[in-house]
Each structure stands twice: as C-alpha cells, then as structure tokens.
C-alpha cells in the first residue's frame, strides 16, 4: 500500500523561484454580501499566512469590478500587493485574465486563489514547485481532492505518485479557476480564459481545450490529497449566502458582464 512520502523541509533549502498568488474577488451584488466577502477574506489572509509553506510569494489582487469602498477595505488587508480591475462587475474570464498577465511579468508560477477559501491544514507547495521544474509535460498541480467524474492515470515523479486527469468525455469539469498552481507553459499552451462568460461556463471551455488537446501539458493531482474528503474548504460565508439567494446571485454574476 502505498503511504505518500513526508514533505516536510527546512525552509531554507527550499527553492527561490517566486510564486504569485492570483486572489480573485468581487463585491457582490448587494452590501450585506460584500461585508461577508471581507470578512471571509480575512479569515483566508490568516490561513494562508499560518499554513501556507512556501518561503517565497506575492499577492496579485484581482478585483472584478468592486465599488470603491470595498476595494480600499479589501486592500488594506494586505502589506504588498499588485492590482488590477476589470470594471465590470461580473467577467471572471477578463479578471483572470487581467491577473495571469501581470503575474506573469514576475515569475512562470501562479497559484490561483479566491477570497473564500480557507486553507485548514498545513500545505507545503515545494514538492508542486520542484514537479513543475522538473517535467515540461505537466502545466497544473491541483490543490483539491478527487471529484467523481475523474478519470486518472497514476504515475510517480520525483519519487512520490500523482493523479494525471485524463481526458475523459464524462467529465465536464476537469478544469477549475481557484486551488491550482499553474506554470506559465499552461498558459502558453491553451490561452487565456474565455471572456464575458458566468464562471461554470468558462470552467467548461477551458475543460473542452484540455480534452481536445491532448498533446498539451497536464494537469495533476497529488496522491496525498486524492483520498482525503475535504483537504480545503471554502468559507462559510460565501456559501451561507449564496444558498439564501441562489437566483438573484446566479442572474447577477452570470449576466453582469452582458449587461452593463
């Protein structure tokens, strides 16, 4: 059977190579959501700084089109930081896009994060790192468990076993916008996120290129979290709300971008 290998180091002898956390966020459509969305980010900014094992990033703020005062309150959070915004208030496409190309001035690794995930345990992102180094053939190392409708290869690299995603028609959502390190090459290779679409359609066109290109990197997932139920989790806020006003919140983000 097969027990994954401890990760843990010494800070020091891990690489320098800089990462670039991509933080995406956005009011909301109401006052009362915005308030819960900081608030939830600051229980993120905490985790990430009590569990986060990684001795060398920065913080790309991606804001999708937030009012003014949210976005000085969002800021303030944070010591250094790199911001753009979309003005939008709803295209997810555009606001990662905006943010991969200003990441991508600094580093070729790029760890995409929203501000209602909240990390629970202790995440060392070097093994990630040193996998990205080491095979051209991977773009992607998730940070999530398994879901149902994966399909996957495993194979072992650096002396420890990864989950390949195959490119399985069953499967509409291979791809995700959040708790992934992304090298550069994955960008270069299938192109920027399709703009002025709500978000489960973009997951899904950025999920047919990665099927229909098989020649492309891949994306991986680390056996140690494959088998757990729940490695991260989301903020509770963000789903309290969402699970009170499904319809107006769907209506909102999905047709913001058309309509304004």
């Known amino acids: ?31 009362d959501i915005a308030l819960n969305r900081l608030e939830s980010a600051k229980k993120m900014l905490s985790s990430v700084r009590e569990y986060l094992q990684y001795p060398n990033y920065s913080w790309h703020i991606a804001d999708d089109g937030s009012e003014q005062w949210y976005q000085d309150e969002f800021l303030s959070l944070f010591d250094e930081y790199t911001f753009t915004d979309t003005k939008a208030n709803g295209n997810i496409g555009l606001n990662l896009n905006m943010g991969m190309r200003v990441a991508l001035e600094e580093t070729d690794f790029v ?47 650096n002396g420890a076993l990864w989950r390949v995603l195959l490119h399985s028609p069953r499967a509409p959502f291979l791809y995700i916008t959040s708790l992934i390190l992304m090298h550069r090459r994955h960008w270069d290779y299938y192109g920027p996120f399709p703009e002025g679409l709500r978000i489960d359609v973009v997951q899904q066109a950025m999920s047919w290129r990665y099927r229909n290109f098989e020649d492309g990197p891949k994306i991986v997932i680390p056996e140690e979290l494959w088998h757990k139920t729940m490695p991260l989790c989301v903020g509770t806020s963000t789903w309290d709300w969402r699970l009170k006003e499904p319809k107006s919140w769907h209506h909102y983000r999905s047709f913001g971008a058309q309509r304004r």
Not at 1 to 10: G, K, L, N, Q, V
Not at 121 to 140: E, F, H, K, M, S
Request: glycine residues 2%.
């Open 1 to 31: 059977m097969y027990a994954p290998r401890d990760h843990t180091i010494t800070l020091c002898n891990m690489p320098e190579e800089k990462i670039v956390i991509l933080l995406k966020t956005w009011q909301g459509p109401t006052r």
């Open 111 to 157: 760890l995409h994060w929203s501000d209602d995930i909240v990390l629970e345990r202790a995440v060392n992102l070097q093994p990630y790192v040193t996998l990205l180094q080491d095979y051209d053939d991977i773009g992607i190392v998730y940070l999530r468990n398994a879901h149902h409708t994966f399909d996957t290869e495993v194979v072992e690299r």
